[in-house]
């Protein structure tokens, strides 16, 4: 079954500190990942993707098949980071998105 | 306006009424989908519709029934419907042209309570 699992409802931080949201995927072929954000009072939108492997905002996230994982992390968190994430999971042929539960991140002064 | 949006975004219904949410998406999309947001549960695809077909259906109870009538416009009629399909129902937009991205594109969401 194709399933993505975020362990964490809640993450709290300070500022500064380094963080990582977790997320475990389960698929049988070749996953493609991505990570969501939805900040305060603003609608879900895209943070990264995986094949791009790239940095947004300071967040970077690797894919290990090893360990069907695919965590965000920022060495430094910022207040402005607080804010949902959602992993995601694409399934089928389209844009097809399976989400977690989401992880929700404060970060404190 | 520019953009996925939705309407309205607070509804409240018995459940014997009948009644719309709306999508309307900007971009030149020809994908749209309906999503489900239920507290601590995480987002459920519900439909999905490529150039105005519907490709996917996610196992929804039949009360809650999609329209599609061009890419631009999505809508979710609702009859019938019961206390726990009080949600936040979003609507997406994508491409569907060639490459998966899969990036997309939300609306702000329309909150559904049904009494």
């Known amino acids: 079954a194709q399933r993505v699992t975020q362990p964490e409802k809640l993450l709290s931080v300070f500022k500064g500190a380094p963080v990582e949201l977790k997320c475990n995927y389960s698929y049988s072929g070749s996953p493609e990942l991505f990570w969501y954000v939805q900040y305060s009072r603003q609608r879900l939108q895209l943070l990264l993707r995986h094949i791009s492997r790239e940095s947004i905002k300071g967040f970077t996230a690797d894919l290990n098949k090893g360990e069907t994982s695919f965590h965000l992390k920022k060495p430094f968190a910022q207040e402005e980071d607080s804010a949902m994430y959602y992993c995601?999971?694409?399934?089928?042929?389209?844009?097809?998105?399976?989400f977690g539960a989401g992880t929700r991140l404060a970060v404190h002064p | 306006e520019t953009g996925v949006t939705q309407t309205p975004r607070h509804l409240v219904m018995g459940m014997t009424n009948k009644k719309s949410l709306k999508c309307e998406q900007h971009?030149?999309?020809?994908?749209m989908y309906w999503y489900k947001q239920s507290a601590k549960k995480p987002l459920e695809l519900m439909f999905v519709y490529n150039f105005k077909e519907q490709t996917e259906n996610n196992s929804v109870p039949s009360r809650f029934s999609p329209e599609c009538p061009n890419s631009s416009h999505l809508f979710l009629h609702l009859h019938t419907l019961q206390p726990e399909d009080s949600a936040l129902y979003l609507c997406?937009?994508?491409?569907?042209?060639?490459?998966?991205?899969?990036?997309?594109?939300f609306g702000e969401g329309s909150r559904l309570t049904v009494l």
């Open positions: 995601a999971l694409l399934s089928g042929g389209y844009n097809k998105l399976i």
């Open positions: 971009l030149g999309h020809n994908a």
């Open positions: 997406a937009s994508s491409q569907r042209s060639g490459r998966v991205t899969g990036e997309l594109f």
